[in-house]
C-alpha cells in the first residue's frame, strides 16, 4: 500500500474505505469487484491502484485497518474490571456502534472475512483474525462465572449472541434498510430478553 493514501483528506479517505467495506461485505473477496469500489467510490481506477496496488492489496489493507479501528474502540468502551457477563457483552455491542457510525459496513466486512474461502485472501490476512479473535477472547475471559439454567453453557449464550447480531445485520443490509443505531437496539433487546430468562433459572 502507498502511505500517501492518509495524505488525503479525511473525508475522501473514509469514502474509499467505506466503499471497499460495502463492496467486500456484500460479495466477499472472489467476487467483489474494484469496478464496483471505484463506482461506489466516485474515484478513477488508476487512483485506486494508485494507492493500493491490486485487489488483494486493498482487501489486506481493509482487515488491518478494521482490526485495528474496532480494537481501538472496542478498548475505549469496554471496562477491563467488568465481571459481569451480560455488561462485557453490552459494551462490546456499544463498541461496535461507535465503529458503525463511521464506518457502517465495517462489522459486515470482519464477519465475512472470518468466513472467507479464498486462499489469496485467507494468506494474507491471518494475522490480522488471529489478533482480533485473541482481544474479543479476552474480553469474554473477563467475565466471572455465571448461574445458568442447567444445561446451558456461558459459550452457547455468547454464540447465540453472536448469532442473532450477525443475522439482524445481514437482514438489514440485505433489505437496504441498515441503521447501526436500528442494529444496535434490536440486539441489545434480544440480550436483555437472553438475559431475563437466564436470571428466571
Known amino acids: 500500500m502507498n502511505h500517501k493514501f492518509f495524505d488525503l ?3 475522501k479517505q473514509d469514502r474509499i474505505i467505506n466503499a471497499a467495506l460495502k463492496i467486500f461485505a456484500k ?3 472472489r467476487h467483489a469487484s474494484t469496478d464496483d469500489v471505484v463506482r461506489e467510490a466516485q474515484i478513477s481506477k488508476g487512483l485506486l491502484f494508485h494507492y493500493f496496488i491490486s485487489k488483494v492489496g486493498l482487501y489486506v489493507f481493509l482487515m488491518d485497518y478494521s482490526v485495528r479501528f474496532m480494537m481501538m474502540e472496542l478498548g475505549r468502551v469496554v471496562k477491563t474490571d467488568e465481571t459481569d457477563f451480560f455488561q462485557i457483552r453490552k459494551q462490546i455491542e456499544q463498541g461496535k456502534l461507535q465503529v458503525l457510525r463511521n464506518y457502517p459496513y465495517m462489522q459486515a466486512f470482519l464477519n465475512r472475512a472470518f ?6 485472501a485467507l ?3 491471518q494475522l490480522q483474525k488471529d489478533a482480533y479473535e485473541k482481544k474479543m477472547e479476552s474480553y469474554k475471559a473477563q467475565a466471572a462465572e455465571m448461574r445458568l439454567p442447567i444445561g446451558v453453557t456461558a459459550e452457547q449464550i455468547d454464540a447465540m449472541i453472536e448469532y ?3 443475522g439482524i445485520e445481514e437482514e438489514l443490509i440485505e433489505g437496504n434498510r441498515f441503521q447501526p443505531e436500528m442494529l444496535m437496539e434490536q440486539v441489545l433487546g434480544y440480550m436483555d430478553a437472553l438475559k431475563g430468562l437466564c436470571e428466571r433459572r
Not at 468466513?115 to 489469496?120: T, V
Open 123 to 125: 494468506e494474507e490476512t
Open 164 to 166: 442473532v447480531a450477525k
Open 115 to 120: 468466513k472467507e474461502q479464498c486462499i489469496e
Open 9 to 11: 483528506k479525511r473525508e
Open 27 to 29: 460479495n466477499g473477496y
